[in-house]
């Protein structure tokens, strides 16, 4: 049961962010609940496809979602993801465990560049742009996708902010839309990579329902709140939770 509470506590903040969260998750069940991180990775990865599910509805429902790049990013992250969660077979448990905090910062350092600095440099191109077209679409969306999902794969962390920062900078989204737009692109990805580690065999059915039972409806009602709440938490908390995530895994016991 505190798998559970402790779950739906994170699901809030994950659904107003937009984010998956495999990242945090999979630092508390590493960390607080002595999880094994191989089991950690698959079963928190496995869980936001449920979670995207309620999540990515929830913002389509408040008009956050833009369908046809969500679908089309998605489906190229999904193959990543299947390869990525081979990779990370093969990997021992301790060094898998510091490279996926090292990747959970280097996500947040790249976020808080893109909100923070949002005039400097590559961040300077304005929402208010169009995005790509034409085969100039398709060839964003799969370098996008292919990548964020063998990062994905690999280290279980949704590589949310990764996958944010491509349609802020690439598809010159609004804050809200790559919120949104993020839940949509981590589904087809969430629904390979846990495949891939079924087919390896870190999936634990019992720990799965807890940790999607407590995610599944903290993130419904977490989206409902992206919206209504001061942009300047949003930011905030999209920056603030990879760095939680990676800290507790490397400082954590």
């Known amino acids: 049961m505190l798998i ?6 994170l699901g809030l903040l994950l659904g107003f962010i937009g984010a998956g969260g495999a990242g945090v998750v999979i630092a508390v069940l590493t960390v607080v609940f002595g ?11 496995s869980a936001m496809i449920f979670t995207m599910i309620s999540g990515a509805y929830s913002h389509f ?3 956050n979602v833009v369908v046809k790049n969500g679908i089309a990013i998605g489906i190229f992250g999904a193959i990543g993801a299947f390869i990525g969660a081979q990779i990370a077979a093969g990997l ?45 679409f398709w060839l964003t969306a799969s370098g996008l996708g292919l990548v964020t999902g063998v990062l994905s794969g690999t280290f279980g962390i949704g590589a ?32 390979l990579g846990g495949l891939g580690y079924l087919t390896a065999g870190h999936l634990d059915v019992l720990l799965l329902f807890k940790v999607t039972t407590g995610l599944i ?17 949003l930011k905030i908390s999209m920056v603030a ?4 995530g990676g800290l507790l895994l490397l400082f954590g016991r």
């Open 61 to 63: 429902r408040e008009g």
């Open 92 to 136: 021992p448990a301790k060094e898998l465990k510091w490279m996926t905090a090292c990747m959970l910062l280097l996500s947040a350092l790249l976020l808080f560049l893109r909100i923070f600095f949002a005039n400097k440099g590559i961040f300077s191109r304005s929402e208010s742009e169009e995005g790509p077209v034409g085969i100039s």
């Open 4 to 9: 559970v509470l402790v779950m739906f506590a």
């Open 160 to 191: 949310t902010p990764f996958i944010q920062i491509g349609l802020l900078i690439f598809f010159h989204m609004s804050i809200h839309q790559s919120a949104g737009t993020t839940m949509l692109v981590i589904l087809p990805i969430a629904l």
């Open 241 to 244: 939770v990879p760095i939680f």
């Open 35 to 45: 999880i094994p991180i191989h089991t950690a990775l698959g079963t928190s990865l």
């Open 217 to 233: 409806v903290g993130a419904y009602i977490g989206a409902k709140f992206t919206r209504r709440l001061d942009p300047f938490i």
